[in-house]
């Protein structure tokens, strides 16, 4: 028998999530983005959750491959770009449609033979700083791109590094239309909290992340609440020991956590190599048995401990809730200093994952 602990991919959260998107880009072709292998759930696995989708966004040749293989004829698109010539022989072969946000990458269009025309999406830097051209240069990369004769059709593209805060997205939308002023082109600019939070940013193609997978783009679950995104991934362990603790007692490596009373400890198998983070503070809420406790003591490698006072009838093979269905990943990611998208993305290869 294995550990008992897994992750379970929820197919039906994925499509209901899409299809939230949807309704708040009714009018935009949908990027579904499952880079970092679908957000940690699996590109196999979201896949058929996702399949209504317009196209796919993510960033690595070999899932591109995997997508094609996986029966996917539709757009995909690089959104990182690509990094060597060679690669353009990938992007040729698998009909991707690919980022271009340098003169290096020009170039290597330039010279490549293609086997048919490759659709591009022009980045501008409207803001974020890490790639592509400013406003002022677009223009010219623009022209530069139409000469190429293996480019068809060119997609104008940004990204916003403040769509879910109070700086929002009024700068960059200035400065992308500033730079794009005169050029026609499908348009391609939000992110999931731009989906969300700034309909005048919608255009022709949106580009969701992490509402497909039913976290909040701001780490906050409360801007989310009462939107309908459900949960798409459940990571659920058991008791494996229980240890009832004196007044005094520690608990866990440093004896970080000292019993102020006797209390009854529930020992989980799940821990910071399963992607648990280490750095999860004492009280990061737990679910025993669907009744809400919390984390107490230094999680451990393969292990960590909560408290059972509010549930004492749990013992070894209670059911463990560690985020999913009835935990936001938010809350937990909170409890340790990030985001949802950390702690999806960083489940570790040691633990079997499913799709229901
Ligand atoms: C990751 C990524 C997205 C999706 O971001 P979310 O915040 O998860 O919606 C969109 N566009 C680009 C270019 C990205 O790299």
């Given at each position: 028998m294995p550990r008992?602990?897994?992750?379970?991919?929820?197919?039906?959260?994925?499509?209901?999530?899409?299809?939230?998107?949807?309704?708040?880009?009714?009018?935009?072709?949908?990027?579904?983005?499952?880079?970092?292998?679908?957000?940690?759930?699996?590109?196999?696995?979201?896949?058929?959750?996702?399949?209504?989708?317009?196209?796919?966004?993510?960033?690595?040749?070999?899932?591109a491959a995997k997508l094609r293989e996986l029966g996917w004829a539709g757009p995909i698109l690089l959104l990182e770009g690509f990094f060597r010539p060679t690669d353009i022989d990938v992007i040729d072969r698998y009909s991707l449609t690919t980022a271009v946000h340098c003169d290096e990458q020009l170039r290597m269009l330039e010279m490549a033979r293609l086997s048919k025309p490759v659709n591009i999406q022009l980045k501008m830097n409207s803001g974020m700083n890490r790639l592509g051209y400013t406003p002022e240069k677009f223009r010219v990369a623009w022209e530069r791109a139409r000469a190429v004769q293996g480019v068809g059709q060119i997609t104008l593209m940004t990204h916003f590094p403040d769509a879910d805060g109070p700086c929002g997205i009024a700068h960059q939308?200035?400065?992308?239309?500033?730079?794009?002023?005169?050029?026609?082109?499908?348009?391609?600019?939000?992110?999931?909290?731009?989906?969300?939070?700034?309909?005048?940013?919608?255009?022709?193609?949106?580009?969701?992340?992490?509402?497909?997978?039913?976290?909040?783009?701001?780490?906050?679950?409360?801007?989310?609440?009462?939107?309908?995104?459900?949960?798409?991934?459940?990571?659920?362990?058991?008791?494996?020991?229980?240890?009832?603790v004196e007044t005094g007692q520690s608990i866990g490596y440093g004896s970080t956590y000292v019993a102020?009373?006797?209390?009854?400890?529930?020992?989980?198998?799940?821990?910071?190599?399963?992607g648990y983070p280490r750095v999860a503070s004492e009280g990061t809420p737990v679910i025993v048995e669907g009744v809400r406790t919390q984390l107490v003591g230094r999680v451990s490698m393969d292990m960590l401990t909560v408290d059972l006072t509010p549930c004492p009838g749990a013992g070894i093979g209670s059911r463990i809730e560690l985020w999913g269905a009835n935990l936001a990943i938010d809350e937990v990611a909170s409890s340790c200093g990030t985001i949802g998208y950390e702690l999806m993305c960083a489940i570790a290869q040691r633990v079997p994952v499913c799709a229901e």
């Open positions: 008992p602990l897994s992750a379970t991919i929820h197919t039906a959260a994925l499509a209901n999530n899409l299809a939230v998107a949807r309704k708040f880009a009714p009018k935009s072709r949908i990027w579904a983005v499952v880079k970092a292998n679908a957000y940690g759930h699996g590109l196999a696995r979201a896949f058929p959750g996702l399949r209504a989708t317009d196209g796919f966004g993510l960033l690595d040749l070999e899932e939308l200035e400065a992308f239309e500033r730079g794009t002023e005169g050029i026609a082109g499908a348009c391609s600019l939000s992110n999931s909290a731009a989906v969300l939070w700034h309909p005048d940013a919608h255009f022709d193609w949106v580009r969701p992340g992490i509402i497909l997978y039913g976290a909040s783009p701001s780490g906050k679950t409360a801007d989310i609440a009462d939107i309908g995104l459900k949960s798409a991934m459940t990571l659920a362990s058991e008791i494996i020991a229980v240890q009832t102020a009373k006797p209390t009854k400890i529930g020992v989980v198998a799940c821990g910071y190599a399963d």
